[in-house]
């Protein structure tokens, strides 16, 4: 019985070595521990240092694009991985393509920045949209960002001082990325575009790192 018993664990911890590690989204704790270590905080600094990577596009936002290698691997194969990574985004998966073995995903980080104003707390989030294309040996990986969502809050200054902010939030808006590229020098909250605009790059960076690990 004891050897039964044991047989039956062997086969259950090597049919789990074997599948595909469920992969997990990227968090904002990801992404702001990721920035911080490489800008420091200094996030106009950081934002005009990445500005020459990624440049704008003529719909007012920007692509970044990498092709990644998956030797040894057939078309198939890397359309079954990708796939594995587009079920952490299972709740905006925008469109899966068998045939051309294309996946599109949207990612979503809530107030990668905020700033207080005087009746609103306004944070900034990312909604990129993430392209996969599998071919043999490699994937081809779009990341396109387009514009800020803003979502305001009644916790400003003021509705603080008196004690009347619900913290409810108000319909989002969007803010174009051209209008505030790298960061918004001249007009509403410079450094947090500068900041929003430097975790939109860190968070490039995690999901390449998500991609590269699964091979």
Not at 38 to 53: C, D, F, G, H, M
Not at 142 to 150: C, D, G, T, V
Not at 167 to 174: F, M, N
């Given at each position: 019985?004891r ?127 993430l ?46 990325l ?38």
């Open positions: 019985m050897n039964i018993l044991f047989s039956i664990l062997l086969c259950v911890f090597a049919w789990l070595a074997i599948m595909p590690a469920q992969a997990e989204p990227v968090t904002l704790d990801r992404v702001n521990t990721y920035a911080k270590q490489q800008y420091r905080n200094r996030w106009k600094e950081a934002a005009l240092s990445i500005r020459p990577v990624l440049r704008l596009n003529d719909e007012g936002g920007y692509t970044y694009s990498a092709t990644l290698s998956y030797p040894g691997k057939n078309a198939d194969q890397v359309y079954a991985r990708l796939q594995t990574l587009a079920a952490a985004y299972t709740d905006s998966v925008l469109s899966m393509d068998e045939a051309g073995r294309t996946l599109t995903a949207q990612c979503y980080l809530f107030s990668v920045a905020n700033q207080v104003g005087g009746f609103y707390r306004f944070h900034l989030c990312l909604r990129p949209i392209t996969f294309r599998a071919a043999d040996n490699e994937a081809q990986v779009e990341i396109s960002l387009q514009y800020y969502e803003i979502v305001k809050t009644d916790k400003g200054v003021v509705n603080m001082l008196f004690h009347t902010a619900s913290g409810a939030p108000l319909p989002a808006e969007q803010w174009l051209a209008d505030r590229y790298p960061y918004n020098e001249r007009g509403k909250m410079p450094l947090a575009t500068a900041e929003a605009f430097t975790k939109s790059y860190a968070l490039i960076q995690l999901l390449l790192e998500q991609l590269r690990e699964a091979k």
